[in-house]
Nanobody, 123 residues
Framework: QVQLVESGGGLVQAGGSLRVSCAASGRTFSSYAMGWFRQAPGKERDFVAAISWSGGTTYYADSVKGRFIISRDNAKNTVYLQMNSLKPEDTAVYYC????????????????WGQGTQVTVSS
């Protein structure tokens, strides 16, 4: 059984930075793609970023490109999302997801999701 546990969310002022983490367990983490989605109140869950199993390929939503960086440490079974130049519109619950196929991660088509971590950006 795959388990994903997010951490690192919190309250930050606009323009600040925050790093959220997702620890995975239950299978061979290093061979699976990982991704981050976010969901603001009253809105759908949206794609944020994704990374291949090797870390060699990454994708970002246009809204976060140039500000967020996704990375992974396969030795620690952990994926990170470094968020810089945060804006109030980045406020959301951030979820991580994983799947064998990067394409499936990008569209949120995996059954594996964490419980989410709240990120709040004040203006």
């Amino acid at each position: 059984q795959v388990q994903l546990v997010e951490s690192g969310g919190g309250l930050v002022q606009a323009g600040g930075s925050l790093r959220v983490s997702c620890a995975a367990s239950g299978r061979t983490f290093s061979s699976y793609a990982m991704g981050w989605f976010r969901q603001a109140p009253g809105k759908e869950r949206d794609f944020v970023a994704a990374i291949s199993w090797s870390g060699g390929t990454t994708y970002y939503a246009d809204s976060v490109k140039g500000r967020f960086i996704i990375s992974r440490d396969n030795a620690k079974n952990t994926v990170y999302l470094q968020m810089n130049s945060l804006k109030p519109e980045d406020t959301a619950v951030y979820y991580c997801t994983t799947n064998e196929f990067l394409s499936r991660v990008r569209v949120g088509g995996s059954p594996y999701w964490g419980q989410g971590t709240q990120v709040t950006v004040s203006s």
